[in-house]
């Protein structure tokens, strides 16, 4: 896979800012309602095995989680109150990661939020997370 594909395929590239902006930014797209979000590792996101660090998965899954429970509930903010994970493969540099995070609940301040990781058909990481809504901008 290419950026050419992942674009081909309605992913753009999202540079974000702070932390994640540092990471690379990720991909994003939104396919019949539901939102999508990719990592393409670099080199730099590896662990001394040589794979993705176990971190930048968990940061992923932070971002795509907390993103996408906000644009769900219209929140303009949000904050993880607790997020699990369970890692079931390593994956590799340069192999196109996505997750559909999926709304287990959401009420006016919370989200219950759990999804898979996938290179290709491979799982990755499965997680499951809370997170606080904001009500307002304040």
């Known amino acids: 896979m290419t950026i050419d594909d992942l674009i081909a395929d309605g992913w753009t590239h999202d540079p974000s800012e702070g932390l994640i902006a540092h990471l690379g930014g990720l991909w994003r797209r939104e396919v019949g309602g539901r939102h999508q979000l990719g990592l393409w590792p670099e080199p730099m996101h590896a662990n001394r095995n040589g794979v993705v660090h176990g971190g930048m998965l968990m940061t992923f899954v932070d971002?795509?989680?907390?993103?996408?429970?906000?644009?769900?509930?219209?929140?303009p903010r949000g904050a993880t109150i607790s997020l699990s994970h369970q890692f079931v493969a390593p994956l590799q540099i340069g192999s196109f990661a996505s997750v559909e995070p999926k709304i287990v609940k959401l009420t006016t301040r919370m989200a219950f939020v759990e999804g898979t990781v996938f290179a290709g058909d491979e799982p990755i990481v499965q997680a499951q997370g809370v997170w606080r809504l904001a009500a307002s901008r304040e």
């Open 63 to 75: 971002r795509a989680f907390g993103m996408t429970a906000r644009l769900v509930a219209g929140a």
